[in-house]
């Protein structure tokens, strides 16, 4: 079934092109440190707020142009005409551990000391915005990949018992379900994370925000889960698995459960943007990740003041970018999902 | 009809019990308590801070705390913010308005958008008010509403066309009445465009699909073999049916207004309900906390509530039946 899905979604342009877009920031999310040309705390004050280094072709090779300050009250950086350092490839700088277990040194691309390149700018305090875009993808796209696996279990699990035992598990959970989503979220979300910061020491902010983000998560799966369950249960194979005699639990989890699953491959994909959505708000509001680390909601977060928009330091915001980027590529990804399934399964429109 | 609006506000109590015994629940969880600033305070006297925290009930066990606020409720006494030094019915009754109406402005502006674009893209589906608009909603979708405010706020300091946030100019007192109002909207106008985007784009979606449903239905190719106007199909016996679904989540679409609220209010510095939770959430002033919640949930009843009456209104098949 897997590599028939995989078939028919290759067959659709935007599918295809947002499933290699996905892998593409994956995988930089993956190799960051090797990508990146320095660390995410990497400082320097003497360039703060320096704006995207052009990139020239001089002497037959990639360099990147210099820069000297013209006004520090304004930040206003001016290029040096005719100067250059090139782009060395595959070379040594700051120490890193790839996957966070192998060390490694080779970057790559960085340029000789003096010079500097900030493809995307730098910020107030100096560091490379790029760098730390790339550092920051590996925690908001990490935290919607595992979110999504944990409220898909959750939903799962939940779901399937109130549909398959009925009564008063059922409307238990289908009361829980409906308070989840009649409360505004963030305000929940506000509680929670004031309720459980204190029980996860800091460096597990990331495990922290995974945990609320699917405490609050689970309610609109678990509701479909039951909803496809309830109209599975009068189906012939599974009254065939009643009258033959099978347990309970082997009849839920080895017939009924199964069956969703393409549902839920689907859901799970389109619900990933929530997670990557939801992190963002949360270090926005400067609730979520904290620094040393970097996310891109954290970004946009310390992008929020006034000379920043009046001096247009546009760069600051392209992790806003990068935030639009991949949940319209999941959008994408889920709605030629749903096509490729939809044969099977008509699926209740959200 | 009476009995149904009476039923409909009977469920807000157990809601309401519900949400505020988990808020209280949970911020009693957190570490330190709206006190915590005062006792760093190395000149301040611990008797008197035993008196403070004797007064405010905060040596008792929480679930006492709870029911000791729950009593004064009763008494619409809803507890003394410690940060802002004024009663907390004050402070909310000085916020909501605000946010009430943003988020009626955005709900305006979402239906307004959104019901006449929907109906002409699902007239001609595949046309290029249809390809135009989904995939202006696709893009709409996918933006984040505090990153949406953001860059409303950058446009706002680029062109200095608009004001750059809160609710009301500097010398809006001493304006007119006229002016007033000229004034409160000129600032409403960008937190409207970013708080009713999200919507726009929600609600175009859904009502496009339905509006597709219903035009398969066969009192349409009944109408149109009338030798009905077009216009007069689509916008009175379509739109008409396939607003049905729709008016039945307005309700949860205000529970969304009010979370994106929260966001752009702090995003744009505007005074409203939003920016008075989050504020008191990162102060722990948990009267404040506990008294905002009451009213964004109320508000939520009523905008379910109104949504039920209106469906009722629209559609004779459900009128107040449950």
């Not at chain 1, 009258?243 to 009924?256: A, C, D, E, K």
């Amino acid at each position: 079934m897997g590599a028939d899905l995989l078939q028919s979604l290759l067959r659709r342009p935007a599918g295809l092109i947002s499933a290699l877009l996905l892998l593409l920031l994956y995988g930089a999310a993956l190799f960051a440190p090797f990508l990146a040309p320095t660390t995410p705390s990497a400082q320097d004050l003497k360039r703060t707020y320096h704006p995207p280094t052009a990139l020239v072709w001089q002497d037959g090779r990639l360099c990147v142009r210099l820069y000297r300050l013209v006004d520090p009250s304004t930040a206003a950086y001016e290029p040096v005409a005719g100067q250059a350092a090139p782009l060395r490839w595959f070379s040594k700088g700051p120490a890193y551990k790839l996957f966070g277990l192998i060390p490694a040194k080779t970057h790559l691309f960085t340029v000789e000391a003096p010079a500097v390149v900030y493809l995307l700018g730098s910020d107030a305090t100096g560091r490379d915005v790029f760098t730390r875009l790339l550092y920051g993808a590996g925690i908001s796209l990490g935290i919607g990949l595992v979110g999504v696996f944990l409220t898909s279990l959750l939903g799962l699990t939940i779901g399937g018992l109130a549909g398959y035992l009925g009564g008063w598990a059922d409307s238990l959970a289908m009361r829980l379900t409906e308070f989840l989503m009649a409360v505004p979220g963030l305000y929940l979300l506000l509680a929670l994370r004031a309720a459980l910061s204190s029980r996860f020491p800091s460096d597990a902010t990331f495990l922290l925000i995974v945990v609320i983000l699917s405490a609050l998560g689970w309610a609109g799966t678990a509701r479909v889960v039951r909803g496809l369950v309830l109209s599975l249960r009068e189906r012939p194979f599974i009254l065939a698995a009643n009258i033959l005699g099978q347990r309970p639990t082997v009849i839920l989890f080895r017939h009924l459960l199964p069956n969703t699953f393409s549902y839920l491959v689907v859901a799970a994909t389109l619900s990933v943007p929530g997670y990557i959505l939801g992190e963002a708000a949360l270090s926005f509001l400067g609730l979520g990740i904290q620094e040393p680390s970097s996310s891109w909601g954290l970004m946009l977060g310390q992008a929020q003041d006034i000379k920043i928009f009046m001096l247009n330091f546009w760069w600051l915001l392209t992790p806003g970018a990068a935030i639009i980027l991949t949940v319209i590529a999941f959008n994408l990804l889920g709605d030629a999902l749903r096509d490729a399934v939809d044969p099977r399964f008509r699926l209740p429109g959200r | 009809m009476t009995a149904f609006i009476l039923r409909r506000l009977g469920t807000l109590v157990p809601m309401l019990l519900a949400v505020t015994l988990l808020v209280f629940g949970l911020m009693s969880l957190a570490p330190g308590d709206f006190l915590t600033p005062v006792k760093a305070q190395r000149d301040i006297n611990p008797a008197l801070i035993a008196e403070l925290q004797k007064s405010f009930g905060l040596d008792r066990p929480w679930y006492e705390q709870y029911l000791r606020w729950l009593g004064n409720i009763l008494r619409l006494d809803f507890g003394y913010s410690w940060t802002y030094k004024v009663p907390v019915a004050e402070l909310i009754a000085q916020r909501a308005p605000a946010t009430i109406l943003l988020s009626l402005c955005s709900l305006v502006l979402a239906w307004g958008l959104a019901i006449p674009l929907a109906v002409l893209a699902a007239a001609r589906p595949g046309g290029w008010v249809d390809k135009l608009t989904s995939g202006a909603a696709y893009f709409a979708l996918a933006i984040p509403e505090f990153f949406l405010a953001l860059l409303a706020v950058w446009f706002a300091a680029q062109t200095g066309w608009f004001p750059i946030g809160g609710l009301t100019s500097l010398d809006h007192d001493f304006l007119p009445f006229g002016a007033q109002f000229l004034d409160i909207a000129w600032h409403l106008i960008l937190p409207t465009l970013v708080l009713g985007l999200g919507g726009v784009a929600g609600t175009l979606r859904v009502l496009r699909a339905n509006v597709l449903d219903v035009l398969r239905a066969e009192y349409v190719t009944a109408a149109r073999a009338k030798g009905l106007p077009e216009k007069i199909v689509l916008f009175r016996h379509v739109l008409r049916n396939a607003l049905n679904p729709l008016l039945s989540t307005v309700g949860y679409a205000f529970a969304g207004l009010l979370s994106g609220s929260l966001l752009v209010e702090n995003v744009m510095n505007y005074p409203g309900l939003g920016r008075l939770v989050y504020e008191a959430f990162i102060r722990e002033d948990q009267f404040v906390v506990l008294g905002s919640v009451m009213v964004g949930c109320t508000l939520l009843v009523i905008g379910n509530l109104i949504s039920d009456l209106a469906l009722a209104w629209s559609d004779p098949r459900v009128r107040y039946g449950r």
